[in-house]
């Protein structure tokens, strides 16, 4: 994984109009050959943004939900969008992502009006510590892959197992050439979430996810991610992993992913 001096690294190359191709920046945490899907769900916020790139601005992506339909191949992946529910104040978009002609993820994006509210702005949400004032974790250390090499994570030291708050912020851009936004940017960070606050050591258990939904009350900004995270695993093979999400300046949304847990093969 090097780079020339002319061009920066990246999670995604384009292809074609609507395909990308991951680098080895893109590869996951439970197998070599798969995506990690934090960046693939901001690529898809990437797409988004493109769709609408020809429409008047006045709109704010306010929830976006991906459902992870089965393994995503560390392989070209297209990225096609539509318009499920127009409108002038309120849209409803659907992106669904498609690797060897199988849809992947599907995913649909509220998106809504923006105006000034700012007289009535509130949340009871404290800020988290700044970045700079948390020590680096080694992320390496627990989990593998190229996503994990690429990131730079700040932690509060845990006190218990499934409680965790970190900054993440990335090295490498999401798209090579293309600058992203900053929503993008920040949802590409989102997903690592069910590392930061472990259960049970992952080389015993495996607890994916299967899904991810965000919901943003203001629009975020970089470059730094900030996760809150509970992690809960309940009695009969099922997990949640529940993120209050920040900026550098402030809470900004929330984030839940439903986890399947199960033992490791021959662990």
């Keep these: 994984m090097t780079t020339s001096t002319n061009a920066r690294e990246s999670y995604y190359e384009r292809t074609g109009e609507h395909t990308f191709k991951p680098t080895a920046y893109a590869g ?14 901001g690529l898809v916020v990437h797409a988004i943004d493109r769709y609408l790139a020809e429409r008047p601005r006045g709109l704010a992506l306010a929830r976006i939900s991906y459902d992870i339909l089965g393994r995503i191949a560390l392989d070209e992946c297209e990225i096609t969008v539509r318009t499920v529910r127009p409108g002038r104040t309120i849209e409803l978009l659907e992106a669904t992502v498609t690797i060897g002609g199988r849809a992947v993820v599907r995913a649909r994006a509220w998106l809504l009006a923006t105006l000034d509210t700012s007289a009535v702005a509130d949340s009871p949400r404290e800020p988290l510590p700044a970045p700079g004032s948390l020590p680096a974790w080694t992320m390496a250390d627990a989990w593998s892959g190229g996503y994990i090499s690429s990131i730079d994570v700040r932690r509060v030291p845990p006190v218990r197992r499934g409680r965790a708050t970190a900054w993440i912020s990335s090295r490498v851009d999401l798209v090579a050439g293309e600058p992203s936004s900053p929503s993008a940017s920040f949802v590409a960070l989102v997903d690592t979430a069910n590392g930061i606050a472990p259960q049970q050591d992952p080389t015993a258990w495996m607890f994916p996810n299967v899904d991810l939904t965000i919901h943003l009350h203001r629009r975020p900004r970089g470059p730094w991610t900030g996760l809150d995270t509970t992690v809960t695993f309940g009695p009969t093979g099922q997990g949640l992993t529940s993120t209050v999400l920040h900026d ?20």
Excluded: N
């Excluded at 399947?260 to 662990?267: D, E, I, K, S, Y």
């Design 28 to 41: 996951g945490a439970w197998s070599a050959d798969e995506q990690h899907f934090s960046p693939l769900a």
């Design 248 to 267: 550098v300046d402030g809470p900004v949304g929330q984030a839940e992913q439903i986890l399947t847990v199960r033992p490791q093969p021959g662990a």
